[in-house]
């Protein structure tokens, strides 16, 4: 499986090139998971449903599954901050692609997603782990770099690049247990 993470401010538009890139990846034959960092207490489940009524009694999993689609639900006791590799664990190993949106301190390979209208500084300077930038400002870079500078607004382009480029985004699930 090979992992790329995009990293970015709130609002740079990392949750729109990773709608993009999945159909673009699909079109070329790819399997493709997501892995999502939420900043903030979310729900998946709704109020009056078996689901959430099981979990509202005190369940520590719940797993629903149907012939379309299963979901798995765990409830914490206390905050529990799981590394993005804990959260790549718990996927179906035979994906092609795992797109992981936010973690921008990880220690995998990213794409980071910077618009000069953010008014947000760029991370690549500092970051070691990004190999790309996506952009819709390519000329407001605010440091020169020698890493591929890609457009923002082109996903299958940025999908023919990642699988050009596929070996360095390879996932070694034994570096990272």
């Given at each position: 499986m090979k992992v790329?993470?995009?990293?970015?401010?709130?609002?740079?538009?990392?949750?729109?090139?990773?709608?993009?890139?999945?159909?673009?990846?699909?079109?070329?034959?790819?399997?493709?998971?997501v892995v999502k960092h939420a900043h903030h207490r979310f729900d998946i489940d709704h109020v009056?449903?078996?689901t959430y009524r099981h979990r509202q009694a005190g369940a520590f999993e719940v797993v629903v599954a149907s012939d379309q689609r299963l979901a798995l639900m765990r409830e914490f006791e206390r905050a529990t901050e799981l590394s993005?590799?804990?959260l790549i664990a718990e996927l179906d190993d035979t994906v092609d692609w795992v797109l992981v949106e936010g973690f921008k301190r990880s220690d995998l390979p990213k794409i980071e997603v910077w618009r000069a209208a953010s008014g947000k500084p760029a991370r690549y300077p500092e970051d070691d782990f990004i190999v790309a930038i996506a952009t819709d400002s390519p000329r407001e870079l605010p440091?020169?770099?020698?890493?591929?500078?890609?457009?923002?607004?082109?996903p299958q382009a940025m999908a023919a690049w990642l699988t050009?480029?596929?070996?360095?985004?390879?996932?070694?699930?034994?570096l990272h247990a």
């Amino acid at each position: 499986m090979k992992v790329v993470g995009f990293a970015g401010y709130s609002g740079s538009g990392k949750t729109t090139l990773v709608e993009g890139l999945i159909p673009a990846l699909r079109w070329r034959g790819q399997r493709v998971s997501v892995v999502k960092h939420a900043h903030h207490r979310f729900d998946i489940d709704h109020v009056g449903k078996d689901t959430y009524r099981h979990r509202q009694a005190g369940a520590f999993e719940v797993v629903v599954a149907s012939d379309q689609r299963l979901a798995l639900m765990r409830e914490f006791e206390r905050a529990t901050e799981l590394s993005v590799h804990q959260l790549i664990a718990e996927l179906d190993d035979t994906v092609d692609w795992v797109l992981v949106e936010g973690f921008k301190r990880s220690d995998l390979p990213k794409i980071e997603v910077w618009r000069a209208a953010s008014g947000k500084p760029a991370r690549y300077p500092e970051d070691d782990f990004i190999v790309a930038i996506a952009t819709d400002s390519p000329r407001e870079l605010p440091q020169a770099t020698i890493r591929p500078v890609l457009d923002l607004n082109a996903p299958q382009a940025m999908a023919a690049w990642l699988t050009d480029n596929q070996h360095q985004f390879e996932y070694r699930s034994e570096l990272h247990a």
